[in-house]
């Protein structure tokens, strides 16, 4: 296919969501009930449904996949004088949430292959001071929950999993969130599951759900027909009814939405072929089948010459009507977090990667042929680099 053609043909972006007419349906019921905000019946369903999908544990939603974690950092008890050891190599909220609740970010590189926190540096990393492990399950991918979790209790630390990719993603068959300590999720609209923006919390107990709920709105609690009292200080984190419609909608097609994503990932592996690496210097994903959930397809691009990652995103869009994006850029390289010491060369693996990753598109609606037109367009853009000076 030539430049010409493709992009005659309709843009494809790197994610977009789909949401049925049942659901659009359902969120108009909402609309028309009057009841949109908190303590609405469709936020209570769609936490019962999230409570049994992951094994029977207390589940609580909340208005993004950003405070989860601040406030299952509060749930644990961290703060100030307390370090948080997690990745450079996330969204940004994975560290500004340490920040939040007082307590200082403590990085440790990745691991080149995983793209995860490296666990041996991650243990490297504790000290006296060490209250918690925020690990990441990079593009829906979990780390060694095995190893996580051993190193977790023999140094008495409590984990918050940022598993903000990860519904729906598996360790030796058990689904991320129906073990573990307490594990965060978001609905954000690039979601696996979106509620268009959201997230829950899965917590360990009753009384772990009820301080989460107190931090969820405003530290609030209720008794009887007017008795109210405030005993923590908590924010404005609900979930509305409108976005929990969603999430149930979501709810029923979640299998089949993750088992297509995994069937356009192998097609991916397919296309790109044996020899990609080889003959490119471009990176693929760890082909990590039955344990991700495919929440994104990256490649790393090869560290040479003058072509830079934006020079390689222009060419896709440019030439072939292919959109893609980048997920992330090293946290600790940016200004807030070079304030606090941070420099270039602290975590190679990380700057490296968050420097040449390239998400390209994977999503409910797109098809084979979709996934051949994106590796072409790959394969031709980096061909066409590598004879540049």
Same mark, same amino acid.
Request: hydrophobic content about 40%.
């Given at each position: 296919?030539?430049? #010409?053609?493709?992009?005659?043909?309709?843009?494809?972006?790197?994610?977009?969501?789909?949401?049925?007419?049942?659901?659009?349906?359902?969120?108009?019921?909402?609309?028309?009930?009057?009841?949109?905000?908190?303590?609405?019946?469709? $936020?209570?369903?769609?936490?019962?449904?999230?409570?049994?999908?992951?094994?029977?544990?207390?589940?609580?939603?909340?208005?993004?996949?950003?405070?989860?974690?601040?406030? #299952?950092?509060?749930?644990?008890?961290?703060?100030?004088?307390?370090?948080?050891?997690?990745?450079?190599?996330?969204?940004?909220?994975?560290?500004?949430?340490?920040?939040?609740?007082?307590?200082?970010?403590?990085? #440790?590189?990745?691991?080149?292959?995983?793209?995860?926190?490296?666990?041996?540096?991650?243990?490297?990393?504790?000290?006296?001071?060490?209250?918690?492990?925020?690990?990441?399950?990079?593009?829906?991918?979990?780390?060694?929950?095995?190893?996580?979790?051993?190193?977790?209790?023999?140094?008495?630390?409590?984990?918050?999993?940022?598993?903000?990719? %990860?519904?729906?993603?598996?360790?030796?068959?058990?689904?991320?969130?129906?073990?573990?300590?307490?594990?965060?999720?978001?609905?954000?609209?690039?979601?696996?599951?979106?509620?268009? @923006?959201?997230?829950? &919390?899965?917590?360990?107990? @009753?009384?772990?759900?009820?301080?989460?709920?107190? =931090?969820?709105?405003?530290?609030?609690?209720?008794?009887?027909?007017?008795?109210?009292?405030?005993?923590v200080l908590g924010g404005k984190y609900n979930m509305t009814d409108i976005a929990a419609a969603i999430g149930l909608g979501q709810m029923k097609t979640i299998d089949a939405v993750n088992a297509h994503r995994e069937s356009l990932a192998r097609?991916? =592996?397919?296309?790109?072929?044996?020899?990609?690496?080889?003959?490119?210097?471009?990176?693929?994903?760890?082909?990590?089948?039955?344990?991700?959930?495919?929440? &994104?397809?990256?490649?790393?691009?090869?560290?040479?010459?003058?072509?830079?990652?934006?020079?390689?995103?222009?060419?896709?869009?440019?030439?072939?009507?292919?959109?893609?994006?980048?997920? =992330? #850029?090293?946290?600790?390289?940016?200004?807030? =977090?070079?304030?606090?010491?941070?420099?270039?060369?602290?975590?190679?693996?990380?700057?490296?990667?968050?420097?040449?990753?390239?998400?390209?598109?994977?999503?409910?609606?797109?098809?084979?042929?979709? $996934?051949?037109?994106?590796?072409? %367009?790959?394969?031709?853009?980096?061909?066409?680099?590598?004879?540049?000076?």
């Amino acid at each position: 296919m030539t430049a #010409a053609l493709s992009t005659a043909l309709p843009f494809l972006p790197f994610s977009k969501p789909t949401i049925d007419e049942d659901t659009i349906a359902m969120v108009g019921d909402v609309l028309r009930s009057g009841w949109l905000t908190n303590g609405g019946p469709k $936020v209570s369903q769609f936490e019962q449904q999230l409570s049994e999908y992951f094994g029977g544990r207390p589940v609580r939603c909340f208005n993004s996949g950003t405070c989860t974690m601040e406030i #299952a950092l509060r749930v644990a008890g961290v703060g100030p004088g307390d370090e948080v050891i997690t990745t450079p190599l996330s969204w940004v909220a994975t560290a500004n949430v340490i920040l939040e609740v007082g307590a200082t970010p403590v990085f #440790a590189d990745v691991d080149p292959v995983t793209r995860n926190i490296d666990l041996d540096k991650l243990e490297a990393a504790i000290t006296p001071r060490t209250r918690a492990i925020i690990p990441v399950y990079l593009a829906g991918l979990p780390v060694d929950m095995d190893r996580l979790y051993a190193i977790a209790g023999m140094h008495n630390l409590r984990v918050v999993e940022d598993a903000a990719q %990860a519904f729906g993603s598996t360790w030796k068959g058990k689904r991320i969130g129906a073990f573990g300590d307490m594990v965060s999720f978001s609905f954000q609209v690039n979601k696996n599951l979106t509620t268009g @923006e959201g997230g829950c &919390l899965v917590l360990n107990n @009753e009384d772990e759900a009820v301080l989460a709920e107190k =931090y969820r709105l405003q530290g609030v609690t209720r008794s009887g027909v007017d008795g109210i009292d405030v005993d923590v200080l908590g924010g404005k984190y609900n979930m509305t009814d409108i976005a929990a419609a969603i999430g149930l909608g979501q709810m029923k097609t979640i299998d089949a939405v993750n088992a297509h994503r995994e069937s356009l990932a192998r097609h991916y =592996y397919q296309c790109f072929g044996p020899d990609f690496a080889a003959s490119t210097g471009a990176q693929l994903p760890q082909p990590a089948f039955g344990s991700s959930n495919w929440h &994104l397809f990256q490649i790393i691009l090869p560290d040479r010459g003058p072509t830079t990652r934006a020079d390689f995103m222009r060419a896709l869009k440019e030439q072939y009507n292919v959109g893609s994006g980048f997920h =992330y #850029a090293a946290i600790h390289l940016f200004t807030l =977090y070079r304030k606090l010491g941070f420099h270039e060369g602290m975590f190679p693996e990380s700057e490296r990667i968050g420097r040449l990753t390239v998400t390209l598109p994977l999503f409910y609606a797109m098809t084979t042929l979709d $996934v051949e037109r994106v590796v072409g %367009a790959v394969k031709a853009v980096l061909a066409d680099q590598a004879t540049q000076p």
